[in-house]
C-alpha cells in the first residue's frame, strides 16, 4: 500500500475523532498541603477545545490524499 494512502486513512480517522470529541480533556493532580504523613492534593480537569473546522479540514485532506494515491499512473 501506498504511503499516501495510509496517511490519507490515517487523516480521515484523525478528523472524524476531532469532529466527534470537539477537545481533549486530561485531569491534573496537584499537591496543596503536606503535614507530616498526611497531604491534601487538588484535582483539575482542564480541556483543550478543537475547533470543528480543523477535524472538518483533516477529513477532507484525508479524503484527497485517498483518492490521488488510489489512481494509476
Do not use: D
Not at 38 to 65: D, N, Q, W, Y
Amino acid at each position: 500500500m501506498k504511503p499516501i494512502v495510509l496517511i490519507g486513512i490515517a487523516l480521515i480517522v484523525l478528523g472524524a475523532i476531532a469532529l466527534a470529541y470537539q477537545g481533549i480533556t486530561y485531569t491534573t493532580q496537584e499537591k496543596v498541603l503536606q503535614i507530616g504523613p498526611l497531604e491534601a492534593t487538588k484535582k483539575t480537569e482542564k480541556t483543550i477545545p478543537l475547533p470543528p473546522i480543523l477535524g472538518a479540514a483533516a477529513l477532507a485532506g484525508g479524503i484527497v490524499l485517498l483518492f490521488v494515491g488510489s489512481r494509476k499512473k
